[in-house]
């Protein structure tokens, strides 16, 4: 590293220390030419190719926003979502790579947004993967389902539950003014 104070080419390392939940690494730098004292802080990039092919950095301010809009009009405590970012953020970091896709950061979201809330998860997951039906959901819940009885421990809330809650529309009578 070249020292700020009189471009020496080199320096030496006297103490180094992460920062940023490990995110950098702030270093305390010695110039053996002029002996002046630095610090440097060093960050690893992470960049996320979208389907597009359009490349941008990593943003776990994205992830708070995405699985928020997912638990929107639910019980989901904020610190579990920021907590949910950051698990989702180490996840995709060690897979060791400078460039991740889109996709990789999605599954890394789903999994433990099924533990926080079935619902929000649902809701995700019908836009990661372009759900087009109701068969769509059925077949996510019927996954879900057979996922919670594999583990041995039956769902507190049964999604299922809120599709079936109503009856079929041709059960319904119609809406008011609706002739």
Same mark, same amino acid.
């Given at each position: 590293?070249?020292?700020?104070?009189?471009?020496?080419?080199? %320096?030496?390392?006297?103490?180094?220390? /992460?920062?940023?939940?490990?995110?950098?690494? $702030?270093?305390?730098?010695?110039?053996? /030419?002029? %002996?002046?004292?630095?610090?440097?802080?060093?960050? %690893?990039?992470?960049?996320?190719?979208?389907?597009?092919? =359009?490349?941008?950095?990593?943003? $776990?301010?994205?992830?708070?926003?995405?699985?928020? $809009?997912?638990?929107?009009?639910?019980?989901?405590?904020?610190?579990?979502?920021?907590?949910?970012?950051?698990? =989702?953020? /180490?996840?995709?970091?060690?897979?060791?790579?400078?460039?991740?896709?889109?996709?990789?950061?999605?599954?890394?979201?789903?999994?433990?947004?099924?533990?926080?809330? /079935?619902?929000?998860?649902?809701?995700?997951? #019908?836009?990661?993967? #372009?759900?087009?039906?109701?068969?769509?959901?059925?077949?996510?819940?019927?996954?879900?389902?057979?996922?919670?009885?594999?583990?041995?421990?039956?769902?507190? #809330?049964?999604?299922?539950?809120?599709?079936?809650?109503?009856?079929?529309?041709?059960?319904?009578?119609?809406?008011?003014?609706?002739?």
């Amino acid at each position: 590293m070249r020292c700020p104070f009189c471009r020496y080419p080199d %320096s030496r390392v006297i103490d180094s220390r /992460e920062v940023e939940d490990g995110q950098a690494i $702030r270093r305390r730098r010695s110039c053996p /030419e002029c %002996s002046r004292r630095f610090t440097t802080i060093e960050e %690893s990039l992470l960049s996320v190719v979208k389907r597009s092919g =359009v490349t941008e950095p990593f943003s $776990r301010s994205k992830v708070i926003a995405g699985v928020s $809009r997912a638990c929107q009009g639910r019980q989901v405590d904020p610190d579990a979502v920021a907590q949910l970012a950051q698990q =989702v953020e /180490e996840t995709v970091r060690g897979l060791g790579q400078a460039e991740v896709q889109s996709q990789d950061v999605g599954l890394a979201i789903l999994g433990p947004l099924r533990d926080l809330d /079935e619902v929000a998860y649902l809701r995700f997951a #019908s836009v990661y993967r #372009s759900f087009t039906s109701a068969e769509d959901f059925a077949a996510e819940i019927r996954d879900m389902r057979s996922r919670s009885a594999a583990a041995g421990s039956p769902a507190d #809330s049964d999604p299922a539950d809120q599709l079936t809650a109503h009856p079929p529309a041709s059960d319904r009578p119609p809406p008011v003014g609706v002739s």
